[in-house]
């Protein structure tokens, strides 16, 4: 049983502070990683939750190189994002609290993976190109990247 199913058969749906962790990935050509998500089928950035006993920084690794098959390299801080507008009440019932700590990185190895369980495609971008079809919960993100707040950002 894995954690949060664990933390689940204890708590039911009642709201849990959640920790996420996400990367934006940039090549060479400063174009950012995007993935098209299997569960939603929007655009959003590699991340997801971490397990107990994890580092954030080992999320991080963890998660995009499970979504994307790359292994990103030096991840620096971007934001750190929490608070009620972050709250979000799954399909299934379960409630969660998110913690969400994104990480901007311009180095990494391994090949790119189209797609996959978690990623029905994964592309990168140019800034001024993004996709239509954005996550909701993303787009926060992608205006605090475009934005010149100083960083990190905490929201």
């Known amino acids: ?25 940039f090549d060479k050509e400063n174009r950012v990683l995007m993935q098209k998500r299997s569960d939603n089928g929007q655009w959003g950035f590699p991340g997801g939750f971490m397990d107990l006993g994890e580092s954030i920084l080992d999320t991080v690794r963890r998660e995009v190189y499970e979504e994307t098959g790359l292994n990103i390299e030096e ?18 019932g379960d409630q969660v609290s998110l913690v969400q700590i994104l990480f901007i990185c311009n180095q990494y190895s391994g090949n790119l993976v189209e797609n996959n369980e978690e990623s029905i495609q994964n592309k990168f971008f140019p800034l001024e190109e993004l996709p239509e079809n954005i996550f909701n919960e993303h787009k926060i993100f992608i205006a605090d990247l475009l934005s010149r707040k100083p960083r990190p950002i905490i929201g």
């Open 75 to 92: 991840p620096k801080l971007f934001g750190i994002y929490s608070g009620p507008q972050y709250d979000k009440t799954f399909s299934n």
């Open 1 to 25: 049983m894995d954690y949060i199913q664990h933390l689940r058969s204890m708590v039911g749906t009642e709201k849990v502070i959640m920790v996420v962790a996400g990367a934006f990935v």
